[in-house]
């Protein structure tokens, strides 16, 4: 099969196209392409050969972006089995076979039906194959092909990144690489030159350049100026076919910042500046502004502003707004126009951040005079003194002159000045100023105790100008006079315990004084003169404002006294001299032998045992309910020996030896109600005779002994004889033997009786304070001596 081609372009494809042309015009146009054919020669074997083709060109080549009006020949199929009678049939199959590419079946020509572009597709793959148009047989196998879309420059040279931002600092040398862009071409590089791009500058010379292979952009001048011009716009094109006419080109923006660097020193627009500033202006309060210009931006322009030197550098100081890079000029001291009318300052301004590689440009700071003119104002009266401080003392009486407040007008006019306080808070309503001299009084009596200190404003103003006020502070303090007494620092609980021995320190006390240390400082304890001397207790001045206070005796008992009431006098050490009674109360209570108190009487004891009102509650009705049982069975007791109370004689026949049962037993020395037996103790203590008392006597008249008269010659036999003749003359005695004791030794015995019936009403020496050194056995035998012995000392 012969394919004949008719687009050739290149050089190499003319050749080869000339080749396939005079191929076909020697062979008729076709390449052939032998088949397989067996030939069978008489005599010999059937040999099969392998088939011999003619030279085929399997490539065919299509223009792109064709704009014919007929569709673009691409190529002819052509085989050697075709004798031109219509029988072999051409087959197309592959990529755009029956769209894109058509062929005439029984020509083989071929045609593109559409306008390729080669950057889309670069190539299609077809196949071909001649059949048997009536056996619909293939005449040789198919055959693979290639059609290339050659390739013509229809595409520009393309920036994909621009437009493009870019800075560089300034004063850069010549030569700095700024950026490089780059150009993309569609287009085949491999074929021809349409792909080959070549960059140039449009727009932007003298200042920068571009390298035309790499698109490298430099900067073309020496030290280009920010400060002349900032912004730069660049136009770079690149075009295709190495920059020959006929070449496609395209184009960026490439936009150049020039950066700053410090190569600029700040500048005064003047050398001399003048402020005005009135004498009222406030301390610490701006007065004014000036600037030094940089033409530098960012922190290269950043500067500091000092005052250097001139008369005003004490009153004035100078500050930097790091916003607007001002200097703002600032009062330290008051003004004062009748002093100095004008101040002279010298300012510099100077960069904070230096650029070394440009310091043949400076210096990089600058320096001004500023002149300050003091304007004279009309100002308030101006006090003497910033605050004062007055005194006066406690309970002066309403009007009393405290002190004196002057003010003067600080202006040359001197114009008169009216004073007056404040009301505006409480303390000043308690005084009055006399509005012409200044001179402040009370008006109400004040007490120190109850506030030591005030604080009031005067206030200033000049007649001729009300509105113009100034105000001062003033403290007024209120002194002391003794008029307070002396009085006991605290309720003091005393206490003193039953074995107390004399003179020992039972509680020391401290006084207090509502006036200040120089009137009172001093105090003086003493027991009040004109009650007599206390023989319980005494009270001891210890000298350093304290007292102490003492027993005067041995033991104290609660049962005979359990509070003692001490008056004690306090006088101060003021001028004149105050004093004040206060009672002591001592409470008597039992101690331990170390001094603890164990307890003082029943509350405290309930109170110190720390019970409750509940348990109080608790314990009575417990008590109650136990009284209330104990009466219920005293009641029954009785009941029942009444209910087995039997006869003393049984029976009158019955003539038997009868005992008789008595139950009443007698109640001793103790039962006074039977009858007295004081008298047979002691015959000197019967002056009469005594009836008993539980007995009424039947007998109106009795005889009666009266043996007061012979008291002192009375004999013991003869007394007893006589009280048991009474008693068998009495009807009332009981009616069974009674044995009465009778404990008297005699009258007047020189060596006294050593009976301890009688021993209660005489006086021992003995001390029993040992007993409580024996234990805790023997404490409430040395607590029962111990309150006698203190009944007796009482």
């Known amino acids: 099969m012969r394919i004949t081609s008719t687009s050739c372009i290149c050089p190499v494809l003319v050749c080869l196209c000339f080749v396939q042309r005079c ?92 306008s390729l572009d080669r950057e889309q597709k670069t190539h299609y793959v077809l196949h071909a194959q001649a059949i048997d148009r009536r056996t619909n047989k293939p005449l040789e196998p198919e055959s693979e092909f290639i059609i290339k879309v050659q390739d013509i420059n229809d595409n520009a040279p393309k920036f994909t990144d621009g437009p493009y931002v870019v800075t560089v600092p300034e004063m850069s040398e010549m030569g700095t690489s700024v950026l490089q862009v780059t150009a993309t071409d569609a287009d085949d590089p491999t074929y021809g030159n349409s792909a080959r791009v070549v960059y140039s500058i449009l727009q932007g010379q003298p200042y920068f350049s571009v390298d035309p292979k790499t698109g490298v952009i430099r900067t073309a001048l020496h030290n280009m100026d920010r400060e002349a011009r900032e912004h730069y716009s660049v136009v770079i094109q690149a075009k295709d076919m190495a920059g020959q006419v006929g070449g496609l080109s395209g184009s960026t923006t490439v936009n150049i910042t020039l950066t700053d660097v410090n190569d600029n020193p700040p500048r005064f627009p003047q050398k001399h500046y003048q402020l005005y500033v009135p004498e009222s202006a406030q301390v610490g309060s701006a007065v004014g502004k000036i600037k030094a210009n940089d033409a530098d931006a960012g922190s290269n322009a950043d500067m500091k502003y000092t005052i250097i030197n001139g008369d005003g550098s004490g009153v004035f100081s100078i500050s930097t707004d790091k916003e607007t890079r001002e200097g703002i000029l600032s009062l330290k001291k008051p003004l004062n126009y009748e002093k100095k009318k004008s101040y002279t300052l010298n300012i510099e301004g100077a960069n904070t951040h230096l650029d070394f590689r440009f310091s043949h440009l400076g210096p990089f700071k600058d320096v001004t005079m500023l002149k300050v003119i003091v304007g004279d104002v009309d100002e308030p009266p101006l006090f003497t003194m910033p605050s004062y401080v007055m005194e006066v003392y406690e309970n002066a009486k309403i009007g009393t002159a405290v002190g004196t407040v002057t003010a003067q007008d600080p202006d040359t006019a001197n114009s008169l000045v009216r004073y007056f306080i404040d009301h505006n808070t409480e ?30 404003t005067v206030a200033a103003s000049e007649i001729d100008n009300p509105g113009l006020v100034s105000h001062v502070p003033v403290g007024v303090r209120i002194l002391d006079v003794n008029d307070n007494p002396p009085e006991l620092a605290r309720e003091y609980d005393v206490v003193v315990c039953e074995n107390a021995k004399p003179g020992q320190v039972i509680q020391t006390i401290t006084a207090t004084d509502k006036d200040n240390s120089a009137n009172g400082a001093r105090f003086h304890f003493s027991l009040d003169e004109g009650l007599s001397l206390n ?53 008597v209570c039992a101690c331990e032998r170390d001094g603890r108190v164990r307890t003082c009487h029943a509350e405290a004891f309930l109170s110190s045992a720390g019970l409750s009102t509940g348990a109080l509650i608790a314990i009575l009705l417990c008590v109650v309910i136990l009284l209330v049982f104990s009466l219920a069975i005293v009641v029954l007791f009785i009941t029942l020996r009444r209910s087995k109370k039997e006869p003393l004689i049984i029976s009158e026949e019955d003539v038997r030896e009868n005992v008789v049962t008595y139950d009443d037993e007698g109640g001793g020395e103790e ?112 607590e029962l001596y111990g309150e006698i012995e203190s009944e007796r000392t009482t």
């Open 23 to 114: 191929y076909g015009a020697a062979h008729h146009g076709s390449i052939k392409v032998t088949r397989n054919q067996t030939k069978h020669i008489e005599g010999e074997t059937e040999v099969h050969h392998r088939p011999k083709r003619g030279w085929v060109w399997n490539q065919f080549f299509v223009l792109e972006e064709h704009m014919g009006p007929d569709p673009q020949y691409v190529g002819k199929l052509h085989s050697n089995s075709d004798k031109g009678d219509g029988s072999v049939k051409y087959i197309l199959t592959g990529e755009g076979a029956g769209t894109i590419f058509i062929i005439d079946d029984t020509t083989g020509d071929i045609h593109s039906t559409k």
């Open 427 to 456: 303390d000043n309503r308690y005084f009055t100023i006399d509005a012409s001299t200044g001179t402040v009084k009370t008006a109400k009596i004040f007490d120190r105790e109850e506030t030591p200190w005030y604080n009031i």
């Open 535 to 587: 023989p319980n207790f005494t009270l001891r001045d210890n000298e350093d404002n304290t007292a102490s206070i003492l027993t005067r005796r041995r033991r104290y008992s609660r049962t005979s006294q359990d509070i003692y009431y001490l008056p004690v006098l306090i006088s101060d050490g003021g001028v004149p001299p105050l004093s004040s009674s206060s009672t002591l109360t001592i409470r």
């Open 671 to 782: 039962d006074t109600e039977a009858f007295d037996i004081t008298a047979l103790r002691n015959p000197s203590a019967a002056e009469e005779l005594k009836y008993r008392r539980d007995v009424r006597p039947e007998v109106k008249h009795v005889a009666r002994h009266h043996p007061s008269s012979s008291l002192d010659s009375i004999n013991v036999q003869e007394f007893i004889k006589q009280r048991l003749a009474e008693a068998d003359l009495d009807p009332s005695v009981p009616p069974y033997d009674s044995l009465q004791t009778y404990a008297y030794e005699g009258h007047r015995s020189e060596t006294g009786s050593i009976s301890s019936l009688d021993s209660a009403t005489t006086h021992s020496d003995q001390d029993y304070n040992y007993l409580g050194d024996w234990g805790p056995e023997f404490k409430k035998l040395a």
